[in-house]
């Protein structure tokens, strides 16, 4: 097969479901040159998504409220990939939502063969494409994919990434992949008041060495809490669990499989994910997930408010399947900010990069404007 011809692709999803791929970018190379470029707003299972993953691509209900939906798109764009060389960044999560989202419309997922720009280059997209001065718009997935597809060829001509400044955003303290960040004492103890007793984690402890293509070490501890499992950084009596991404600790591998604990790579892990507490999908008339809209979001309420007093905001929170905290701290998704809240709490959310809303956006999120 000629490597300089290939398929670069993206996809962005609407919620926790891999199923769910509400848009997906398309880049066709032959023989080194550009050929084609596609782009699709798909409307995803009861055009239902989640404010972590609107957050994250701007993709709305509204947008694709008229759109196709998969099945009809994969007719058009099968023969990308059916046979071809395949390139995408992170590409156990695309080829995974891929998959689910065919298996959801009754498809297989053709066999093709495939190279990921991130076990190639071990930089976050946008890192890898500042390097070699990439254009990009992150998490548009037609932007994703031309520049995967532009680092691809950077890459296959031999050349480097050189990185500059190392990051502090989000635990990535180094933007090398040799990094192994230190998971935080407060991101170990799980939560097993407001966790599904019945998922295989519930109670249960589990180790994680290595690194990992979708999260960072601590984000997948918190994943890891918020399904009652607890989280040790060495193998003792009680773990059952190995959690093993790239460049795990050799030494814990060989203990975990004499001690005969279940070892689960990240391609299983995130199958595992996709189907526990698999939301019981209801829409309001947004098209946005009804009970299940908040599932898994942290929030912060501080000060006072015109509509509601706080006690009924935070009912409408764990109505709506949120949990509610009294102080800011890295695993919080949102503020909601009132008049005459602490500047302490706002000063800390902005810190860590804490979304804040106010009183007519946190309503707005609930249907009520």
Known sequence: ?????????????????????????????????????IHYLIRPPENCYEFRN???????PDKTEKSPIFSEVWA????????QLVVAHNISFDRSALKRTLEHY?????????VCTYKLSGLKLDTACNSFNIDLNHHNSLSDAEACAKLYLKLLNGLHPIVLTISKEKDYKSSTPNYHEKIRKENTLPDLE?????????????????LFENFTRNELAVKLCS????????????????IIGKDYGPAKYQLAKIEGLKIIAEDE????????RKPNVQTNDRGVCGDNLFQGLTFVVSGVFTNFSRDEIKAAIEKHGGKNTSSVSGST?????GENMGPAKRQKAEALGVKIISEAEFMEMIGLD
């Open 106 to 114: 009754s498809f297989e997922l053709p066999e093709f063969e495939e």
């Open 76 to 83: 058009l764009i099968k023969h990308y990939f059916q046979g």
């Open 1 to 37: 097969m000629v490597r300089n011809s290939f398929t670069a692709f993206d996809v962005e999803t609407a919620n926790r479901n891999l199923s769910s791929i509400c848009s997906i970018g398309i880049v066709r190379f032959e023989h080194g040159e550009l050929v084609d470029k």
């Open 269 to 276: 892990l995130l199958t595992i994910f996709d189907n526990v």
């Open 333 to 337: 998704d949102f503020l909601v900010a």
């Open 227 to 242: 399904f009652g499992c607890s989280v040790s950084t060495n193998i003792v009596k009680k773990t059952r669990f190995l």
């Open 54 to 60: 609107i957050e994250i691509h701007g993709i709305t």
């Open 194 to 210: 407001n966790s599904d007793t019945t998922n295989p984690f519930y109670g249960q402890n589990a180790v994680i060495s290595g």
